[in-house]
């Protein structure tokens, strides 16, 4: 079984600083990690992923994650905070690469101060 | 557009209604899935389908029943046996359904109950 566990469940941040949002997971294999954003009153959308290739993983919006075995994270970052950031951010593990074995983290809501 | 078309936006249930939420994708994907997502909590599975005229339970799929009479549509109904359906359900695509899969979502149908 895997689990994922996103610690903070709200983070704030001021414009233009580092956006850091920290995810765990547990798998008994090589896990496919994911981090997806949701807008207010909106599904989610796929940020980037991880699935084995390089550790350091460039997503859109210049959100980039990076894969460490050896602490079993896969944090979230983003040198500069904009506005246009604040939205809820899930991690999700899978430990097959099967949407249907996905497992979703309990979510980060991210506040961007002006 | 290609999407995820998920109706209606709100949706209020009585008690010992069933109320059915609608799901269409134009992505030409074969497999769709049904979550819940609770304030505060990560997303769960109820039901997931790889193919026309079949469907899996995922995690929480009491209360709830499903149909996939066509590629395109993936209906979920919450039936009267769910005692606590107040959520936001979210439907969501995919095109290949074993190998890093990127989930397409729809927008989401919040559902409460008079």
């Known amino acids: 079984a895997q689990s994922v566990t996103q610690l903070g469940s709200h983070v704030s941040v001021s414009e233009g600083a580092l956006v850091l949002l920290r995810c765990n997971y547990s798998?008994?294999?090589?896990?496919?990690l994911f981090w997806y954003v949701q807008y207010p009153n909106q599904g989610l959308q796929l940020l980037l992923k991880?699935?084995?290739?390089?550790?350091l993983v460039k997503g859109i919006n210049g959100f980039e994650a990076e894969f460490k075995k050896s602490e079993t994270s896969f944090h979230l970052t983003k040198p500069s905070a904009h506005m246009s950031d604040a939205a809820e951010y899930f991690c999700?593990?899978?430990?097959?690469?099967?949407?249907?074995?996905?497992?979703f983290g309990s979510g980060t809501q991210l506040t961007v101060l002006p | 557009d290609g999407g995820i078309t998920q109706s209606p936006k709100y949706l209020f249930r009585k008690e010992g209604q069933n109320v059915t939420l609608s799901c269409e994708q134009n992505?030409?994907?074969?497999?769709m899935y049904w979550y819940r997502q609770d304030p505060g909590q990560g997303l769960r599975l109820i039901y997931y389908?790889?193919?026309?005229?079949?469907?899996q339970k995922g995690d929480i799929a009491e209360g709830y029943s499903v149909s996939r009479e066509k590629k395109e549509s993936f209906p979920l109904t919450v039936t009267s046996a769910q005692k606590n359906p107040t959520a936001f359900y979210l439907c969501?695509?995919?095109?290949?359904?074993?190998?890093?899969?990127?989930?397409?979502f729809g927008s989401g149908t919040q559902l409460s109950v008079l």
């Open positions: 969501a695509s995919s095109l290949d359904r074993d190998h890093n899969e990127k989930l397409f």
């Open positions: 798998s008994s294999v090589p896990p496919y």
């Open positions: 991880y699935t084995s290739a390089a550790t």
């Open positions: 999700a593990v899978t430990p097959s690469g099967s949407a249907r074995q996905l497992t």
């Open positions: 992505l030409n994907h074969d497999a």
């Open positions: 389908s790889q193919i026309v005229n079949d469907f």
